[in-house]
């Protein structure tokens, strides 16, 4: 059997859309004409949405997908990916891991944000022993966003940006303080918020980019590229979840 014919390179088509389909072979979208992937991939970590794959198995999965989005980036394009790091008896350093797979495929790092979730002391409670030195553990408070960059550093064409001065001097400090979204609200098992979405597409893109998600769950990343302006793309196999984006995206939710 041959392969599925992927479409010529004429936006509208294709974009603004959100496609219950593998983002292991996204057939909808050509080669070397997206500007932003932002994703946050299943964790492999037994939530719901996750299928508990090997680690073996789920880093082969997560190098098919970044194959794919190495393959409709533009040069210069960014593939910004939220991970969190997993486990403490050992600690599973999944940030490190997402390194690996994805240098090995071609991409540059461009660096490394901290996402902070929370300040301090709270309800978390994971101290192992409590103010003994026996077993004391560490409460995460942040995840990771690590940047990747297409051949080159620079992007390679010219665009409307809409970042104010005052964000983008924020934005591109290291440490980002932006509150977690609820999962209840939502409607998925770990959504991210729409203004972390919103705070990488304002940074790493233009105005009229095409943005895309290949693990798209409930869709903030398309609802936050819509709302700046952006032509946005989204993936997932989960029918419940592509219905959830799409509603969003209707402003529905």
Request: glycine share 6%; with cysteine.
């Given at each position: 059997m041959s392969a599925p014919e992927r479409p010529q390179d004429i936006t509208g088509s294709w974009?603004?859309?959100?496609?219950?389909?593998?983002?292991e072979a996204m057939i909808h979208v050509p080669g070397n004409s997206v500007a932003l992937g932002f994703t946050s991939p299943p964790y492999n970590s037994g939530k719901d949405f996750d299928d508990d794959l090997s680690m073996e198995d789920y880093f082969n999965l997560i190098s098919r997908v970044g194959s794919e989005i190495y393959r409709v980036l533009k040069p210069g394009g960014r593939y910004v990916i939220n991970v969190a790091n997993l486990g403490r008896k050992p600690l599973?350093?999944?940030?490190?891991?997402?390194?690996?797979?994805?240098?090995?495929?071609?991409?540059?790092?461009?660096?490394?944000?901290?996402?902070?979730?929370a300040h301090g002391a709270n309800g978390n409670c994971a101290w192992g022993s409590w103010t003994s030195a026996k077993s004391p553990r560490l409460r995460d408070i942040h995840e990771y966003l690590i940047v990747f960059v297409k051949d080159d550093f620079s992007r390679q064409d010219e665009g409307e940006s809409t970042i104010s001065g005052e964000e983008f001097m924020s934005s591109t400090l290291s440490i980002w303080d932006v509150l977690p979204e609820s999962a209840r609200r939502v409607g998925h098992p770990a959504p991210f918020p729409?203004?972390?979405a919103k705070r990488v597409i304002n940074l790493y893109s233009y105005k009229n980019d095409i943005v895309i998600d290949p693990f798209v769950g409930s869709g903030t990343s398309c609802v936050a590229a819509k709302a700046l302006g952006r032509q946005y793309v989204g993936y997932d196999i989960a029918q419940e979840y592509c219905n959830i984006a799409e509603r969003r995206l209707l402003g529905e939710t």
């Open positions: 974009t603004n859309k959100i496609y219950c389909h593998t983002s599973i350093p999944m940030h490190a891991l997402y390194y690996l797979v994805h240098v090995n495929l071609g991409f540059l790092p461009a660096g490394e944000i901290i996402w902070r979730k729409v203004e972390l």
